[in-house]
Antibody, heavy 115, light 109 residues
Framework: EVQLVESGGGLVQPGGSLRLSCAAS????????MHWVRQAPGKGLVWVSGINSDGSRTNYADSVKGRFTVSRDNAKNTLHLQVNSLRAEDTAVYYCVRGEGWPIWGQGTMVTVSS | QAVVTQEPSLTVSPGGTVTLTCGSSTGAVTSGHYPYWFQQKPGQAPKTLIY???NKHSWTPARFSGSLLGGKAALTLSGAQPEDEAEYYC?????????FGGGTKLTVL
């Protein structure tokens, strides 16, 4: 089955860090751009970051630049998002998405930033 | 970063036709912005309906179509069904980022 499964979310204090992961199965993720998208409770979708197929090019939304780092391990068919210096406004469900048609979305992992 | 705008809400009658639009603060949306359209129902992950302006996935109902209209990307729903009630988001690609619109809540009533 073709799917993306995110993990690594949780409750973290302001200023804390987490490492989100996204495991791809049923297809070779190394052939595609991959993206992270987040959605705060009751709010709209927000693109967070993207990474090209070999990891040599990364892009970030202004709101996370300098705090978040996207990476990938193509040998393990896995995407990561290191999220640092977390703020309350980073509270959201984080989805990973396969690029180029965006046909595959994960189910999301919840990140809650609260003291 | 650019701002992408959508109608906050629209209502369509069952069997009717409605067009959702997606504009960019940088000017006209063109095919070079590779606009996408997504559908999201409560409690579910988004589902991609349209990519690169007008291309459909295998699961996209034929009643949905994408186009460019008056400098905006457009999603037209022809023959609305009750199950089409959902939030719809567009996405526009720029040189180093992609930006979602704020979403359109579509009511079928």
């Amino acid at each position: 089955e073709v799917q993306l499964v995110e993990s690594g979310g949780g409750l973290v204090q302001p200023g804390g860090s987490l490492r989100l992961s996204c495991a791809a199965s049923g297809f070779t993720s190394s052939s595609y751009w991959m993206h992270w998208v987040r959605q705060a409770p009751g709010k709209g979708l927000v693109w967070v970051s993207g990474i090209n197929s070999d990891g040599s090019r990364t892009n970030y939304a202004d709101s996370v630049k300098g705090r978040f780092t996207v990476s990938r391990d193509n040998a393990k068919n896995t995407l990561h998002l290191q999220v640092n210096s977390l703020r309350a406004e980073d509270t959201a469900v984080y989805y990973c998405v396969r690029g180029e048609g965006w046909p595959i979305w994960g189910q999301g992992t919840m990140v809650t930033v609260s003291s | 970063q650019a701002v992408v705008t959508q109608e906050p809400s629209l209502t369509v009658s069952p069997g009717g036709t409605v067009t959702l639009t997606c504009g960019s603060s940088t000017g006209a949306v063109t095919s070079g912005h590779y606009p996408y359209w997504f559908q999201q129902k409560p409690g579910q992950a988004p589902k991609t309906l349209i990519y690169d302006t007008s291309n459909k996935h295998s699961w996209t109902p034929a009643r949905f179509s994408g186009s460019l209209l008056g400098g905006k990307a457009a999603l037209t729903l022809s023959g609305a069904q009750p199950e089409d009630e959902a939030e719809y988001y567009c996405l526009v690609s720029y040189s180093n980022a992609v930006v979602f619109g704020g979403g359109t809540k579509l009511t079928v009533l």
